[in-house]
């Protein structure tokens, strides 16, 4: 009996690997055979080494050409003037790898929504309350966090402390996000060590962003656990259990009277469907904001701080810059003021570059459409992606791409090139960031504040701090944290 059942299987898997090679819709996509018969590749790499995949795929891509197919169902492709394809704008259906959405364990936010109809529903509620109009009308809330930022830094200066600049930054990109988003501040930077709770779960629920790949229902198994088993199993998933019930006492709590108007408001209005406005809707997308508002913008002004404060000559020259629009170290300079800085641009959009954001590959399904890449056409119905990384890094369009350039910017834009097109840290097409904008004031009015205010010097921090050396999501140094600290060493006064 063991006999014949071991043949069968072993006939079955044989069967299965000679079709997936030579009859299936993907069989003409070159890439390596192992790769096209099975998912082993892939668990291999991810999985027990680690978020190690992508560095295979860039191997994949050296050995095979611009498209590769890296498992048994997708392909990869490694051109920056393919993105805007794969990501296309919204009046084109772009739907999302059901096989993919799992990881995230939120199955009703946005981020998980597979569908292009029901995704572009979803995002209509929130549009609006993200635009920059809006941004800019709730200025009043970034500026009063900066400036509790600003004192936490002087009083680091009188003890002569070192900052964790990443965590000081979380910290206030966590209490712009939730104030924002529900009129409720977390109170991060009220806390004496910056303690952050939803960025340590994000992080924490990053190291088996893998693991949920392929076992997609372990995700949800723990969501339904007792809390005290949760906390023993996944100490920092308790945390997201905290802000889910502070997201749903705060929507509960809400009179509509007198209070300012929050996602709460835009996604439990009576005029959407009752299926679109459950409670556990409300968690979902409430818990991706505030997790994707706080660490993607905290990492971005840590990247952008290493790299300003480790340069004399260019933080100089910044500085000047900044003390056009703010003549004493406490003007309150706007968001467009700041925007119309040509050399603090070139330094955001260089800093945006470096720290990639996601750098996952963020697969797209066209589902009505073949897609065509160098001749080889993509079926409808398969996924296909692209990563942030190596579009950044391609020396095509940023010649010696690894290191910081602000000057490639002012360039570009001397030349009328139009650089930014390859910028996809917060992706694009009707999928882009939902949350870009308020990411954008955040690291102009954060960073221009800091540069005036306070002479910063790095501290026991280097490349291997920030570099690059696997992807969880984002990508993360092999061994350590991300970690960027400094020390305030003066305060400026003129």
């Known amino acids: 009996m063991w006999a014949l059942t071991i043949s069968v299987v072993c006939l079955w898997v044989l069967l299965r690997s000679l079709y997936r090679l030579f009859l299936h819709p993907l069989s003409h996509v070159p890439g390596p055979k192992l790769a096209a018969i099975s998912h082993a590749l892939e668990f291999y790499h991810d999985v027990v080494r680690g978020g190690m995949y992508i560095w295979e795929i860039e191997k994949m891509h050296q050995k095979y050409g611009p498209i590769v197919r890296i498992n048994p169902r997708e392909m990869h492709i490694k051109d920056p003037y393919f993105y805007d394809e794969i990501y296309a704008s919204s009046s084109r259906k772009r739907d999302k790898d059901p096989h993919f959405v799992g990881i995230f364990g939120f199955p009703t936010s946005m981020v998980a929504t597979i569908s292009h109809e029901q995704h572009r529903f979803r995002r209509s509620l929130l549009n609006n309350f993200f635009s920059k109009k809006s941004v800019m009308e709730m200025s009043s809330i970034l500026h009063d966090n900066q400036t509790k930022l600003r004192q936490r830094f002087e009083q680091a200066y009188t003890d002569n402390s070192i900052v964790r600049l990443d965590d000081a930054y979380a910290a206030l990109t966590g209490d712009i996000i939730s104030q924002y988003s529900w009129g409720v501040s977390s109170g991060f930077l009220d806390d004496k060590n910056y303690k952050n709770d939803i960025r340590n779960a994000v992080n924490e629920i ?213 650089l930014n097109q390859f910028i996809v840290t917060f992706c694009k097409g009707s999928r882009i960031c939902l949350g870009m904008n308020l990411a954008y004031a955040e690291l102009f009015l954060t960073l221009a504040g800091l540069i005036r205010r306070f002479d910063i010097e790095l501290y026991e921090t280097g490349p291997d701090d920030i570099r690059i050396d696997c992807e969880r999501i984002v990508g993360v140094p092999r061994k350590g944290d991300f970690a960027v600290r400094a020390k305030i060493v003066n305060i400026i006064t003129d």
């Open 206 to 418: 990053s190291t088996f962003i893998h693991i949920n790949r392929f076992f997609p229902t372990l995700g949800l198994m723990m969501r339904g656990m007792p809390r005290w088993l949760l906390g023993y199993i996944r100490p920092g998933a308790t945390a997201v259990l905290d802000m889910q019930d502070m997201i749903t006492q705060s929507s509960t709590r809400r009179s509509g009277k007198g209070t300012r108007w929050t996602i709460f408001d835009a996604l439990s209005d009576t005029s959407i469907p009752p299926h679109e406005r459950t409670p556990r809707r409300l968690e979902d997308e409430g818990l991706i904001l505030v997790g994707a508002g706080t660490e993607t913008t905290a990492r971005l002004l840590a990247v952008a701080s290493y790299h300003i404060f480790k340069s004399t000559p260019l933080l100089t020259k910044l500085r000047n810059e900044i003390r056009t629009v703010m003549p004493t170290p406490t003007t309150q300079a706007s968001w467009s003021e700041l925007e119309r800085l040509p050399y603090l641009n070139a330094v955001i959009h260089e800093a945006v570059r470096l720290s990639f954001g996601p750098i996952w590959r963020s697969t797209r399904v066209a589902p009505t459409e073949t897609l065509i890449y160098n001749g080889i056409p993509i079926p409808p119905g398969w996924p296909v992606s692209m990563s942030t990384y190596f579009v950044h890094m391609d020396p095509r369009i940023f010649p010696d791409p690894a290191s910081f350039q602000p000057e490639r910017w002012l360039k570009a834009a001397q030349n009328a090139e139009h």
